[in-house]
Each structure stands twice: as structure tokens, then as C-alpha cells.
């Protein structure tokens, strides 16, 4: 019997269908896989910041070599009185900063460690150090190069200032994501003392 004009045209769209079903899928495919890719990069960087996000640095960590005789030193960088910032200029005067200060502060740490935003207005760097004195020396260098820092909103001049805690430790058999989880509590511990001590300073554990 002879194919009526809709039989014809439904074939013909099921072949059609078929041959274009695999570039469908395949699409879709790498569609989906951008969108992963994107979402892993959303989730290991802070966007507002151009550093990395908590997660971001612990990923970066596991990629991190680290030899026999370095330490790794956690430290947490939390911006002095920066709700006076906000109250006084605006949030979006508080965004600016927060950009401008993570910038400042990568430039500090330089090839010698990772920055990365942790929540607010509280920052970490991950450096590995050959002795735990390295680490006070490149937390004072932080310090000093955001206390001698101008930054500008329009205008305005505006000074900030940070508290600090550090702690340095040996990997030994530890997992370097669970050593860095535990020295980020020592140092968020030593910079809320940094903070009680009278602000823009470091603090250790050793110090107590």
C-alpha cells in the first residue's frame, strides 16, 4: 500500500531524529560538563575577591608538594573596626575595600603562599615556611604592608589595619586538608586573642 503524506513525513522526522539524537546528546554532554566546570570554579574562588574561597585553598593544598623539612603555616587575617567601613561609606565602599585588600595582600604573600577569603571581612593564607619563624616574619610583613597601605573609595583616603593569628606545623603523617582545617581553628583561636590584645598585631600560641 502507498505511504500517505503524514506517514511519509512522521519516517522521515523519526530518521531525522535519530541521526541527530547522538549531536543532541553530545551537546548536552559538554554542555553540562561546562556548567560543572563553572561551578567548581565559582566554588573554589571568591569572585567578589579574585582569591580563593576556604574551599578553593584546601583543594589547592592537596596539589601543594610538601618537603620533609617545611612547615605549613595557616594564618587568619581578620580587617580591624571594617563595619566602621560600611557604616561610614556604604557596602558597596566595603566591597571595593575588600577587593582592593585581598589584591594588597596577594601582592604581599607573592610566591610565598596562597590567600584566600574565608567569610565577611576574614581572610587566611597558606604558606609553607622552613621554620615557624619564617611564618611570624611573613605574618609582620602582611601586617605592616596593609598598615602602610593607602586605599581609596572616590575621594577618600582610607586606612585599614589587620589582627593576625598564625600557627606552623609539621604535615608529618597528617592529611595535608585535615592539617590545614586544624591549624586554621589554632590561628582563628589567635587571632580573636590578637584582637582582645588591642588589634593590628600577631598573635601565636606560643605567645600565651
Known amino acids: 500500500t502507498r505511504m500517505q503524506p503524514w506517514q511519509l513525513f512522521s519516517t522521515r522526522l523519526g530518521i531525522a531524529a535519530m541521526l541527530i539524537s547522538p549531536i543532541i546528546v553530545a551537546s548536552s554532554v559538554e554542555a553540562i560538563n561546562n556548567l560543572v566546570k563553572q561551578l567548581a570554579l565559582r566554588a573554589d574562588f571568591d569572585f567578589q575577591t579574585r582569591v580563593y574561597s576556604r574551599s578553593g585553598l584546601s583543594e589547592a593544598l592537596k596539589r601543594q608538594p610538601i618537603a620533609e623539612n617545611e612547615l605549613l603555616t595557616v594564618m587568619v587575617l581578620d580587617i580591624d573596626g571594617f563595619k566602621q567601613v560600611n557604616d561610614r561609606w556604604g557596602h558597596e565602599c566595603g566591597d571595593c575595600m575588600l577587593a582592593q585588600f585581598a589584591q594588597q595582600v596577594r601582592q604581599l604573600v607573592g610566591e610565598e603562599g596562597m590567600v584566600a577569603r574565608i567569610g565577611g571581612e576574614e581572610f587566611a593564607v597558606a604558606a609553607l615556611t622552613s621554620s ?28 585599614l589595619t589587620i589582627s593576625m593569628g598564625l600557627e606552623s606545623r609539621a604535615p608529618g603523617s597528617a592529611r595535608v586538608t585535615d592539617l590545614f582545617n586544624q591549624l586554621l581553628m589554632v590561628a582563628d583561636d589567635s587571632m580573636i586573642r590578637a584582637k582582645k590584645a588591642g588589634r593590628n598585631r600577631i598573635f601565636t600560641q606560643e605567645m600565651v
Open 132 to 159: 615557624a619563624r619564617d611564618g611570624v616574619l611573613l605574618a609582620e610583613k602582611i601586617r605592616q604592608g596593609i598598615e602602610s597601605q593607602t586605599f581609596t573609595w572616590g575621594q577618600n583616603r582610607i586606612q
